[in-house]
């Protein structure tokens, strides 16, 4: 029975989009504590976004109840591209002017807490490996499925983060070498060229074009045509959404079946927007990854979807946060 | 001063392989001491196969002038299929017959010492990791062109091994999903089915058969025809044999892309009987990595060919020992 009081560490997790900027107080065991949202305003210019930045901060840490005398340290998550041992980000598309911004050490001054720079999509990853759908597991491939799909790799806690910030772009493998799709990298058979929102939509399209068969997406408008109503056209039995919906899930399990046969991890999870299409989905995508993996991993592999939906980054980058805590403080 | 005399430790590593068992003692810093060669003749069973390894070891050790009480462990790689955790083979291809063999503890059992069991093409990747072309790396991927592609993913001294003992399994990565070639494993459009020196003589066949065009390939015995006379035909100046060669660079360029859009290595090691062919091969499968890369891996991987050449496999496994060794006594 000791005197001292325990005062367990608290972490505030960003995660910032071009969008919007999420954050949230995130305990020591991975409990969100509060989290807030507002808006990035990327366009302004990344000396705005730092204000923007350290102001969701600091709503978190207010809603949470908590003060910054209890904080150990702040994670950021950012989309790429980045340094990440510089803590700079590089040229990135979804923040268009923020190039060769030292953001790590920027946000460092303003919070006065250590601060920890991660890719995005990584940082989501680890909050799933932490306390999401991938908690009792050692290794993991999680894809995230949006306009892009990112990806995030943790085996036996450490993130494949890459020697030059480029660990886990999965989105980007090639999946098919000879006259592929164009990706909206520009290369060529990229994964993401086939299987994200924006290459379901693209693909939808041109069915609608090449083919005359009937279909519920036809009386769509154009900005009606998303991925989302794809998936819900599919739902209610439209036979080219259903299609659409079920090629995507193989481009899908093409990519898990290189990544199991690269990383065999205990987990594959599937996380994003265009979960929302729900378990005939993702069962689609079990069935043609069961197909295609070697006999062992096709058999144990689990596949599941994400559990921590849009908190997932924000709850990760905390958990970076405290993993450079612990690792400093033992 | 110390008056105790300090008495590094030696390490035994052992490459089995489907023909010759390899076997060598090696120092501590990775040096070897011997080497010895011997037949395998696998398909005599388990049980003269474990003879035969304990044969390797011992001439190995006699061959260095130790005595085995200088030996600290004993590392031993394997082909698979495996259960790393169990150290049990399963059902291995090139070692028939020797399917739920217990080989770990049997070994440990015969040479009286601990012994860690690994893939054998992981064991040679921590080969060139601990002291080959990557000793001043801290990530490596390694691709073992030979019948098969063999391939070892090391990062921050961790080897991919997998959760079911299927990492780095990447010459089963699909690079080319709809009406792909057959792999020797059965499944369509892996990465092994194009670039193996098995693919490139089937490749070899087909071109000849199919097109009418000269080449000095015309000239070969059926047996003849093998992946190092059609790199000999190149070198010569023979075009369809410089086209094989050519494509062969390509498909493994874009293996090691998706592998660098997963693991973002400090270095891709090509190694194995292909390597043979020499530096223009090299050279090729550098422009087509950098055609086809993100623009910072592109430009900082180095893609190098392995120096350990047919040791790696012992001297890996010997490394694997060690690791475990440290890991148990620090």
């Not at 109840?65 to 950021?76: S, T």
């Not at 041992?85 to 006065?112: H, S, T, Y």
């Not at 096709?298 to 997932?312: I, P, S």
């Amino acid at each position: 029975m000791s005197a001292v009081r325990f005062s367990p560490p608290y972490f505030v997790g960003i995660d910032l989009g071009g969008t919007n900027i999420k954050s949230g107080v995130v305990d020591n065991d991975g409990r969100p504590m509060s989290s807030v949202s507002i808006e990035t305003h990327a366009g302004m210019g990344p000396e705005t976004g730092l204000d923007n930045l350290v102001a969701a901060a600091n709503q978190a840490v207010t809603k949470s109840g908590l003060y910054w005398d209890r904080i150990a340290a702040v994670g950021l998550g950012s989309p790429g591209t980045m340094d990440l041992e510089a803590g700079m980000l590089l040229d990135p598309p979804n923040l268009p002017g923020w190039d060769n911004f030292p953001i790590r050490q920027r946000l460092a001054d303003r919070v006065k807490k250590p601060v920890t720079f991660q890719n995005d999509a990584n940082a989501a990853s680890y909050g799933e490996f932490w306390v999401g759908a991938a908690k009792d597991d050692r290794s993991l491939v999680m894809f995230t499925l949006g306009t892009g799909i990112g990806c995030g790799i943790v085996v036996d806690g450490m993130i494949i983060a890459g020697r030059h910030s480029h660990g886990a772009e999965c989105g980007h493998i090639i999946i098919e070498m000879e006259n592929g799709r164009q990706c909206s990298c520009g290369a060529y058979g990229h994964l993401e060229g086939y299987a994200s929102a924006t290459a379901l939509v693209k693909r939808a399209h041109e069915a609608l074009e090449s083919e005359k068969n009937p279909s519920l997406l036809r009386s769509l408008k154009n900005d009606e045509l998303t991925s989302r109503a794809i998936s819900e056209a599919a739902d209610a039995g439209d036979p080219l959404a259903r299609r659409l919906m079920r090629e995507t899930a193989r481009y899908l399990a093409v990519g898990a079946v290189s990544l199991m046969h690269t990383i065999d991890p205990d987990i594959v999870l599937f996380g994003g927007g265009m979960i929302a299409a729900g378990l005939p989905f993702l069962e689609d995508i079990r069935t043609d990854i069961r197909a295609m993996a070697f006999p062992v991993p096709a058999a144990k592999t689990r596949v599941e979807y994400a559990q921590l939906g849009g908190d997932a980054g924000f709850i990760g980058s905390a958990g970076c946060a405290r993993m450079a805590f612990h690792r400093h403080s033992s």
